[in-house]
């Protein structure tokens, strides 16, 4: 199934107000930082408390509770067409902040439970056979299933190593070096395309292009699996696909084309997200 770009677009705000809570409480903004007139500098304890405030406001109204398999509504109120329960990419987002959460001063250590919780419900996404990968929706029986879309695969990758930095669990490690042979299926090696290289979007033979965010997001995850096991092919994967969305998509520096279709055009959007 197709996922809309629209919610791919906006699930993320959601939890927008928890970047920065790592932060130690007495941190603020440098005294010569120059503000605007009449402006204060935002202090660390305020970003905690905002980030505290919005993830309550996640888990009153869109966490399903354990009895749901810990799993989350796509929506709040939920809205004619919904599934039963959110798409990955979304659950994605719920364990990413709780992961943030834990690395608020002083009350960091009471999300612990909850980040752990996320990363066992994220398993059911998971579905194996001759593709296996994350789903972008539950497979049987909670669900109908769905493509695998390797940028989810990155970044759930991405967000496992994140919560196996944070508690040393090395079942996370594991998980996340399994993601790179799915996300490695992604790579387009027809020499016979203009700009050779780079990785499809989603799996399916309806695939028509290969995207920026899919190849740079797995290149930042096979190099951060070599920072943690010195493999060299995690390397070798790191620099090729990097190769690739340097050489190919960028379009000025730090700015970089959405994709390049198969025959040979490419969609020069400047989405964020690149």
């Not at 699930?11 to 409480?25: D, E, F, K, N, S």
């Not at 749901?68 to 990413?96: I, K, M, N, V």
């Not at 190593?161 to 996340?176: H, S, V």
């Not at 028509?208 to 290149?219: E, H, P």
Request: net charge negative; proline share 7%; charged share 20%.
């Amino acid at each position: 199934m197709l996922r809309s770009l629209l919610v791919r677009a906006t699930t993320p705000v959601i939890c927008a107000g928890l970047l920065w809570t790592a932060a130690p409480a007495h941190a603020q903004s440098p005294a010569h930082t120059q503000h605007p007139a009449g402006a204060r500098p935002v202090t660390s304890a305020t970003w905690a408390e905002r980030a505290t405030d919005t993830y309550r406001v996640l888990q009153q109204h869109l966490y399903e509770g354990p009895d749901r398999h810990g799993l989350y509504l796509e929506h709040t109120p939920r809205q004619a067409g919904d599934p039963e329960h959110s798409f990955l990419w979304p659950f994605r987002e719920a364990a990413q902040a709780a992961v943030d959460m834990q690395a608020l001063p002083r009350t960091g250590p009471s999300y612990r439970r909850d980040a752990a919780e996320r990363f066992d419900t994220a398993e059911l996404y998971f579905t194996g056979g001759d593709r296996p990968g994350y789903a972008s929706y539950l497979p049987a029986p909670l669900g109908t299933g769905g493509d695998i879309y390797y940028d989810d695969n990155a970044v759930v990758a991405l967000s496992q190593l994140d919560q196996y930095e944070a508690t040393g669990d090395a079942r996370l490690l594991e998980r996340a070096e399994q993601v790179v042979p799915v996300v490695s299926r992604a790579w387009d090696d027809d020499a016979t395309k203009a700009c050779p290289g780079g990785m499809d979007w989603y799996d399916s033979p309806d695939n028509t292009f290969r995207a920026t965010n899919v190849t740079a997001l797995s290149a930042q995850l096979a190099a951060r699996l070599y920072e943690h096991t010195r493999d060299r092919d995690y390397l070798a994967k790191a620099e090729q696909w990097y190769g690739w969305v340097y050489s190919c998509m960028r379009a000025a520096p730090g700015l970089y084309n959405n994709d390049r279709n198969h025959d040979g055009s490419t969609n020069e959007t400047l989405w964020t997200y690149n």
